[in-house]
């Protein structure tokens, strides 16, 4: 199974940006690469997902390496509410039950 | 309106009793998934039902049995319940098998004393 490998934690202050980075080294070319947070007791939530290309929903921005080897999901102006885990996640597009979660990003944001 | 609920969001039981947990979702999803987070906040897939069939069925004990009655529901029932089922459980949808969102439950606690 592709694994990713995550900082344990990192800090911010508020309504500046945030840079997360993944790596996933072994990853496929049939993997897409997908982020989901999870608010303090709450069920994880979905940010955004991508393949190759960069991405930007208006939660926030992933930004994929060339060789797809490592990627960056990018808060443009961290808030109080965005303080969570962060899981970087490889999903196979024709083997999707294969999606799990690793050990995540732990996000402070200082007021 | 709650997109994914459970019930209940606490449960707390003596070891070798059965307990059931009960998922329901109100987004018009055909998929619906079972996860567990252990005390480290591993999150593992268990089970996934879409449009009622058991699709995924990951390396979990034969005591855990999930059933979907209709395409909305999806309960975790167990069995001979031991201290190492103590987790949180999270139930979650999505549009289809292959579609990359899933939206989460706000999870069920589960103390095995």
């Known amino acids: 199974d592709a694994k990713t490998t995550q900082p344990n934690s990192m800090e911010s202050n508020e309504e500046e940006p945030v840079h997360l980075p993944c790596n996933h080294s072994t990853i496929s070319g049939t993997d897409y690469i997908h982020w989901y947070r999870q608010l303090p007791s709450q069920g994880p939530e979905y940010v955004i997902h991508g393949l190759t290309s960069n991405v930007n929903n208006r939660m926030a921005s992933l930004a994929i390496a060339e060789d797809r080897k490592s990627s960056t999901l990018i808060l443009h102006r961290a808030t109080l509410r965005d303080a969570a885990v962060y899981y970087c996640i490889l999903r196979d597009m024709y083997n999707f039950n294969k999606f799990y979660f690793g050990s995540g990003t732990k996000l402070n944001v200082k007021p | 309106d709650t997109a994914v609920s459970q019930t209940p969001k606490y449960l707390v039981t003596q070891m070798g009793n059965d307990k059931s947990i009960k998922c329901e979702q109100n987004?018009?999803?055909?998929?619906m998934y079972w996860y567990k987070q252990d005390s480290k906040k591993f999150l593992k897939i268990m089970f996934s039902?879409?449009?009622?069939?058991?699709?995924i069925n990951e390396t979990v004990p034969n005591r855990f049995s999930p059933k979907s009655p209709d395409k909305a529901h999806l309960n975790l029932h167990i069995n001979s319940l031991e201290l190492g089922d103590s987790a949180v459980y999270f139930c979650?949808?999505?549009?289809?098998?292959?579609?990359?969102?899933?939206?989460f439950g706000p999870g069920t606690r589960l103390t095995v004393l």
């Open positions: 987004l018009g999803h055909d998929t």
């Open positions: 979650a949808s999505s549009q289809d098998p292959g579609y990359n969102e899933q939206f």
């Open positions: 039902y879409n449009n009622k069939e058991l699709i």
